[in-house]
């Protein structure tokens, strides 16, 4: 108690100033609406540039879990989009079918390659999760691939640049069907071979997934024709497709699974005599 008694009569100019140069000025702030005005806005900036740096530190932290709903509600959505059967001649509500025939699984990828000519990605998703061989990957904006190998926590996904990949696609306006296979040349391309002569092709037509096999449904996103030329054989395209994904920089994918693949797949076996 002495000290503080002490630091005041040893300041007591300087103290007397300070609480002088207070009262005035909230003397002038209150009697000229003036500097009332100037001294609210100034605080307002103060105190909201305090609040912004506190949201966004927040919104920062937060981003993980909007990432994981996120996610969930794209998983959710694209359960539904492949699973609607729509009635194309009549488009009402009650044409729209939900028919379960693929389930989705959200993924994130651990390790990416895409410089060597066998590719192959690995995601945090394995047996514990029923991720299984020959399931479908994908992102949002397209085709990335399909499961090789699984171990409890971990699945390899055999990518689109690989040479030993092959995948059911089509032209998106004319359904003519081909294969998606990678020259090795570049990440941003890969090559849909076997289209017939025949098929109308234009630059930046877009490419799907075929749905004739049991790993992707029919309409997933590839990319657009970026440029073709007939074959050596003369009868059918090699298409340059540029592909919608930049498989350089895949961090979330989402796994399909085929729940009709086994029934299908029993249909297709030969039968013994």
Do not use: C
């Amino acid at each position: 108690m002495q000290q503080i008694i002490n630091f005041v009569l040893r300041n007591k100019t300087f103290l007397v100033f300070l609480l002088l140069f207070g009262l005035s000025l909230f003397f002038t702030i209150q009697s000229h609406s003036y500097h009332k005005s100037k001294f609210i806005n100034s605080s307002n900036m103060v105190t909201g540039g305090v609040y912004q740096v506190a949201n966004g530190i927040g919104q920062y932290f937060n981003l993980a879990d909007e990432n994981k709903a996120l996610l969930e509600e794209n998983r959710m959505l694209k359960t539904i989009v492949y699973n609607l059967d729509l009635d194309t001649t009549r488009l009402e509500l009650e044409n729209f079918k939900l028919n379960p025939s693929y389930k989705f699984r959200t993924a994130q990828v651990y390790k990416n390659s895409y410089s060597q000519t066998t590719n192959y990605l690995t995601i945090n998703k394995g047996k514990k999760d029923s991720i299984k061989v020959d399931f479908g990957v994908v992102t949002s904006k397209g085709i990335v691939g399909i499961v090789e190998n699984t171990s409890q926590n971990f699945s390899s996904v055999l990518s689109i640049l690989n040479t030993r990949s092959r995948i059911n696609a089509q032209l998106k306006k004319t359904n003519h069907i081909g294969s998606l296979v990678w020259n090795t040349e570049s990440a941003e391309f890969a090559q849909l071979i076997d289209i017939s002569k025949f098929a109308p092709l234009n630059i930046g037509d877009t490419i799907i997934t075929g749905g004739q096999s049991t790993i992707f449904p029919k309409g997933v996103l590839i990319g657009t024709v970026n440029s073709f030329k007939i074959d050596n054989g003369g009868d059918s395209y090699v298409v340059n497709v540029k592909l919608f994904n930049d498989m350089t920089n895949i961090g979330h994918v989402y796994v399909i699974e085929n729940l009709q693949a086994a029934e299908i797949k029993s249909l297709q076996k030969p039968k013994n005599d």
